[in-house]
């Protein structure tokens, strides 16, 4: 039994010496049936969440009014809400009211997949009312109840479905896609954010490929922010391993999509690193030396790179192909990374040609910048004082450099 379990476990017991129930619930039960690797374990009781916070010691309030607690056992946080109903979708999204239970089975009925509405109690037996294990057992995504209704209380439910499709190469059950392609274009309501999590997770499961024509049956493809603006064959024919690599691959082969990029509403680190791979990738198509692609892309930028050259068709590939390669092998061996790695600063300079601050000096920085990854020149500022001396001439706020 996996250690989280075990550790949960003591959040069952207790909830019962208190009066209530408690059971681990969805992902996590799907996992152990499946004996697919745990990442976290969620819980789900009669209590409420006062009740919850009142019982265990080590509690953080994330959200009681949709009745989530997270309770810490031995500094391992566990998710424990209460039971609830959700009604009155209005809005193809939230529910517009959340309510609280005191069924079990109503708690699971409101679950997306009938894999995903299982629990098991502290024996570690199965509660499965809608028919998940055997579900699994044929390798079937289905919603619990009619797929029209479901998805039209919530439209993100088809998108993880495809989700689901991905990670764990399961089919869609028939009628449960065809919803799909009946409601795609409520997928429109569903906020960006919560849809970027699902992609996320789609691109990095292993049936990458059968989701995406999934998407592009269905017509979820049309209805998801900049992916929307992607031909079908375009979108079909690339071979990614993240979200990050078919956007920044995308965008290499029709700019035009850069444009669309802040609608996805990324974060500015991730953001940066599809549009560095993105640069990357126009850079290989330009004469640059194994040195110039190592020192102007960080590591992440320059594997992210190679994992699409290693995949995908491009004109001239072999050549590209061992180009990151050797730049990737090089990258640690530069003297610098950058130009803040220069061992000199600005006041050396200045006080050296008794100037005041100016542009020159960043022109001084680029010129040592350039001895030194060239190997001319060792970075260490006596010597570095030294070049400067022999090569930059100073006058009147601006510099010459003198070649040898
Ligand atoms: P993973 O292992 O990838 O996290 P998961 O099944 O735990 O998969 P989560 O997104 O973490 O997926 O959701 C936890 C559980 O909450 C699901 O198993 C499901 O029971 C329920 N759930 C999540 N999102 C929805 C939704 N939009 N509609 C209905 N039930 C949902
Ligand atoms: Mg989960």
Known sequence: MHELFLIGNKILTTLEANGYKGYFVGGCVRDYHMRRSINDVDITTDALPDDIERIFERTIDVGKEHGTIIVLIEDTPFEVTTFRTESGYSDFRRPDQVAFTSRLNSDLERRDFTMNAMAMDDDFQIIDPYGGREDIGDRIIRTVGRAEERFNEDALRMLRAAR??????????????RAMAEHARNLEHVAVERCVVELLKLYRGPGVKAAKALMVKTRLKDHLTFLENIGDEDFLDTEVGSLENEIALQMWRDPGLKRHLHELKLSNDMKKEIQNTTGLIEMLH???????????????????????????????????????????????????????????????????????????????????????????????????????????????????????
């Open 164 to 177: 689901f499709s991905s990670h764990l190469e399961f089919q869609v059950a028939p009628e449960t896609e």
């Open 286 to 404: 330009s004469p640059a030396t194994v040195r110039e692609v190592a020192y102007s892309h960080e590591t992440k930028i320059l594997e992210n790179a190679s994992a699409i050259m290693a995949s995908n068709t491009f004109n001239g590939l072999k050549e590209k192909r061992e180009l990151i390669r050797s730049a990737i092998g090089l990258k640690p061996h530069l003297p610098i990374s950058g130009i803040a790695d220069i061992d000199l600063d600005g006041n050396m300079l200045m006080e050296f040609f008794n100037a005041r601050g100016g542009r020159w000096i960043r022109k001084v920085f680029s010129a040592i910048e350039l001895e030194i990854l060239d190997g001319n020149l060792e970075n260490d500022r006596k010597k570095i004082m030294e070049w400067v001396d022999a090569h930059v001439e100073y006058e009147a706020g601006d510099i010459k450099i003198i070649e040898e």
